[in-house]
């Protein structure tokens, strides 16, 4: 297993260019399955999790040739079988995705239950209440979902009792191939499911309200689709964490690759927090702040402030002058960092899904562990201005959903090296 050792403190300068988003490559590669032609899907990004999906698709019949490490061809007109075994799923729970196309495509499926992760159960019952109602007859059996609708998925009325992302996903690429008309009432609009949407459009499905909380989808009736080559939109919560290592260090860094409007909460954030930020096409410049304020953040749904850039704006809070509040309304478990962050000495109090940050304290460098995706990136962010050295174990969390993180960082300037455990 690979460790990184931060030497904090150093000065960062310079651009970085952002790569795709993790979480719209997930469904895009999850949507092949509804697809006839060989396909082209360029700007993914190089992280664990798109292999993992990808792995799954090969497994379930798709042929895939990747033309370097960012771009692939995929058909998958030719599926052999159609269950998603644990052994792979286990590993991405985001695997679920492919749940809603093979139904809709074959009539029945079986998916291993993801399980639960370190930020909390993250269960799926959403998905298949929605898939019932779709007129699907499901059942766990073994720990798998156990899926079947032999005559396909009849388009209906899906009302999601809390909003879901991956979920909104599902229901999309089922609706796609369903037959009839289906309505999604509080669905998801981040930008990584407008995306879908966009390509199921251009692909001939009719879909109203994209961007919206209520979408339409007038399904092909299991006509497999045309889909046009795809661009991976780029990752906005890569962006904002980048943001967050201009901001802790308080250096004037450049990102290139971005679209600022998916950024609009964060820079306002940011901005609020006293620092200059300009933007210009895809390109956006943050400035150093003479002082950096404390701050209040509740995640919510898009376009509020992500839920996946709240363990980066906890380690920034340490650097801010007096006491800042997070509260984190999506996960049941996702304050794992806080104790990490503390072993850094940052003071944090926390009280249910409230996290009080008093900053201004100096950072010491120390061991600490990975957790979970984000919260890894908070540790890299609290090791560049730590005194010292800082080793951050455990990083197979940040490479599932970073590209090259600690390169990109080192460009900029940070001392950082990647090392083995002994
Ligand atoms: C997506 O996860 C993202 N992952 C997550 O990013 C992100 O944190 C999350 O959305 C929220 O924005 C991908 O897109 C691959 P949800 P998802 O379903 O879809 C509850 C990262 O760091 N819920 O929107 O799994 C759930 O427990 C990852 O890149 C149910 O109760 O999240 C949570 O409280 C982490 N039943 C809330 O809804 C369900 O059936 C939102 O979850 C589904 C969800």
């Not at 651009?15 to 795709?20: F, M």
């Not at 290592?245 to 998916?262: F, M, R, T, V």
Request: hydrophobic share 40%.
């Amino acid at each position: 297993m690979d460790y990184l050792k931060i030497t904090g403190g150093k000065p960062l300068k310079g651009e970085i260019k952002i790569s795709g988003a993790k979480n719209s490559a997930l469904p895009i590669l999850a949507s092949t399955l509804l697809c006839k032609n060989l396909l082209k899907i360029t700007n993914l990004p190089d992280v664990a999790d798109v292999k993992t999906l990808a792995k799954l698709l090969e497994h379930l019949g798709s042929t895939i040739e990747w033309v370097n490490a960012n771009e692939l061809l995929v058909q998958s007109d030719r599926i052999i079988h159609t269950k998603a075994v644990y052994d792979i799923v286990r590993k991405m729970r985001a695997s679920i995705l492919v749940l809603g196309p093979l139904l809709a495509r074959f009539g029945k499926c079986e998916v291993s239950l993801p399980g639960g992760c370190a930020i909390g159960a993250r269960p799926v019952d959403l998905h298949i209440k929605a898939m019932e109602k779709m007129g699907a007859n499901i059942s766990i059996e073994n720990g798998y979902i156990v899926a079947k609708a032999p005559n396909g998925l009849k388009g209906n009325d899906i009302i999601f009792d809390k909003i879901t992302v991956t979920g909104t996903e599902n229901i999309l690429m089922a609706a796609a191939l369903a037959h009839g008309e289906t309505r999604i009432i509080n669905a998801a609009k981040e930008p990584e499911v407008i995306q879908l949407c966009e390509i199921l459009q251009t692909a001939g499905i009719e879909i109203k309200g994209i961007g919206s909380n209520e979408l339409y989808i007038r399904g092909s009736d299991r006509e497999l689709l045309e889909f046009k080559e795809i661009e991976v939109i780029p990752d906005r919560i890569e962006a904002g964490t980048y943001l967050c290592a201009g901001a802790i260090s308080n250096s004037e860094i450049i990102l290139k690759n971005i679209i600022p409007k998916h950024l609009e909460v964060i820079i306002g954030k940011l901005k609020e927090i006293g620092f200059n930020i300009t933007e210009k096409d895809d390109i956006l410049c943050i400035k150093p702040a003479n002082k950096r304020k404390a701050f209040e953040i509740i995640t919510t749904e898009y376009p509020g402030f992500p839920t996946d850039m709240q363990a980066q704006f906890m380690a920034l809070a340490t650097q801010c002058e007096g006491s800042s509040s997070i509260e984190e309304r999506l996960f049941e478990n996702r304050f794992m960092h806080v104790s990490e962050l503390q072993r850094l000495g940052a003071k944090i109090s926390l009280k249910g899904n409230v996290a009080k940050i008093t900053g201004g304290e100096k950072l010491i460098g120390a061991d600490v562990m990975a957790t979970d995706l984000r919260a890894s990136s908070a540790l890299v962010l609290a090791g560049l201005v730590a005194q010292g050295q800082t080793q951050i174990h455990r990083i197979y969390h940040l490479d599932r959903g970073y590209e090259g993180l600690e390169e990109k960082l080192c460009g900029l300037g940070a001392d950082i090296l990647r090392l083995k455990e002994n």
